[in-house]
Structures are given as structure tokens and as C-alpha cells.
Nanobody
């Protein structure tokens, strides 16, 4: 298995910034090749929604965060980040990271899909 540990959430005022981190670690000696990473969020009473994704070739953002959020990776640290700027009260939610990959480089290798524990982001004055 792969464990994802999130950090960086907290309370900020509107217009402020936060950077979320999600570090991945394998629980066995099997090689896990990451194919895609993403951030999702879930506000109280709402469905979980996609915030941003990143693959080797592209990034994708929800319309509500375009121009304000940036997803990036540090492959040496097996970490994915979400830089959040110009935060708004409507960004308040629990944020979850997601990592998808394969136990091997071949497309037919065993696949994995893992989630972080979630981190609370609250934007309020």
C-alpha cells in the first residue's frame, strides 16, 4: 500500500494564502509508479469536488480556483502541493489528496488508488 499524509491546512482570512502538502510513502518494497495526482475538497453539506489534477503532461483546475490555486510536485520527495492564493470563504472545506499509479512501469501492471486523511481549510474573517 501507499500512505498519503497531508499537512498545511488551517484558518486564514479572506485574501490570504495556504500551501497544502501531501507526502506519499510505500508500506512495502514494491515499486509504485505514480501516474496522476490530485486535490479534492468537500464542504459541509456538499459533494466532494475536483480542485486540481496533475499528470506528467498537464494540469487541470476547477473553474472556481483557476488563477488562484497551483498544483505542483516534488518527485524527489514524493510530495504533491497545492498553493492556494486569494482565498475566499467559499474555499472553506476539507481537502483531500489523491494519488494514482501502477506497481511497475508497464500499462498492464497492478494499479493503485490512494487518498489522504483530509486537512481542514477555513477561510473566515
Amino acid at each position: 500500500q501507499v500512505q498519503l499524509v497531508e499537512s498545511g491546512g488551517g484558518l486564514v482570512q479572506p485574501g490570504g494564502s495556504l500551501r497544502l502538502s501531501c507526502a506519499a510513502s510505500a508500506s512495502s518494497g514494491r515499486t509504485f509508479v505514480i501516474v496522476a495526482r490530485g486535490w479534492y475538497r468537500q464542504a459541509p453539506g456538499k459533494q466532494r469536488e475536483l480542485v486540481a489534477t496533475i499528470t506528467s503532461g498537464s494540469t487541470n483546475y476547477a473553474d472556481s480556483v483557476k488563477g488562484r490555486f497551483t498544483i505542483s510536485t516534488d518527485n524527489a520527495k514524493n510530495t504533491v502541493y497545492l498553493q492556494m492564493n486569494s482565498l475566499k470563504p467559499e474555499d472553506t472545506a476539507v481537502y483531500y489528496c489523491n494519488v494514482q499509479g501502477r506497481y511497475g512501469a508497464a500499462w498492464w501492471a497492478e494499479r493503485g488508488d490512494y487518498w489522504g486523511q483530509g486537512t481542514q481549510v477555513t477561510v473566515s474573517s
